[in-house]
């Protein structure tokens, strides 16, 4: 059975397919020839995992599903949300970075979160898994693994930031591990 996953990001393909078995096989967009650049335009991560999932279905025809993520900060009503990848204006993550802290100085409500949601589109229909991780921003960055915002987010319960920690820590308690684990038990279940 062939499954697309809605990304280029062939790391994160290799390591799903990995978590998934053999019974799927995980196509991606270059595997099936979809060079689009595709719409994400929702205000929400389900609806922009929605828009990619559901745009592969109807161009391809083929079952697919798509993840979208980002960061939630409560002082900041939710910002930068579905604008976390281009927070500052640009793709940078140190700009990034810099504005979130440069936005909370002063404030000591620091509560954050992590969130995926992904979209599955199995025969037409849509299947939505969500993961999140509570933690909050702290005043300044530390360590070095990892990428996006893992500098200046520590998760609860623990008192390093996710650039700290190895990725395969990281990878336990994720946000993106843990709607994963939620697609693929559905998965397993679907096409065992
Ligand atoms: P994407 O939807 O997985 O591409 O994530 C969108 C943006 O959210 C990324 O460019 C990062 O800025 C941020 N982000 C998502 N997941 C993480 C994470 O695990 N660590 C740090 N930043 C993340």
Redesign the pocket.
């Known amino acids: 059975m062939e499954l697309v996953f809605a990304s280029n990001?062939q790391h994160k393909v290799d390591e799903v397919q990995a978590m998934i078995g053999t019974n799927i096989t995980l196509k991606s967009l270059n595997d099936i020839g979809c060079l689009d650049e595709i719409p994400e335009t929702g205000d929400t991560?389900a609806q922009?995992a929605g828009q990619k999932s559901r745009y592969v279905y109807s161009q391809f025809h083929m079952d697919c599903f798509a993840?979208?993520?980002?960061?939630e900060i409560d002082a900041l009503s939710g910002d930068?949300g579905v604008n976390?990848?281009?927070?500052s204006g640009s793709?940078d993550?140190e700009d990034?970075m810099s504005l979130v802290l440069e936005r909370l100085a002063g404030k000591t409500d620091r509560r954050a979160r992590?969130k995926?949601v992904i979209s599955l589109i199995k025969g037409g229909k849509e299947h939505l898994f969500e993961g999140s991780i509570e933690g909050f921003i702290s005043q300044q960055r530390s360590g070095s693994k990892?990428?996006?915002?893992?500098p200046i987010?520590v998760p609860e319960g623990y008192d390093i930031s996710?650039s700290e920690m190895s990725a395969d820590e990281?990878n336990r308690i994720?946000?993106?591990a843990k709607a994963m684990e939620k697609l693929i038990r559905f998965l397993n279940s679907e096409y065992s």
């Open positions: 990001n991560f922009n993840d979208d993520s980002g960061l930068p976390s990848a281009h927070y793709r993550f990034n992590f995926t990892g990428f996006g915002y893992d987010f996710f990281k994720s946000h993106r």
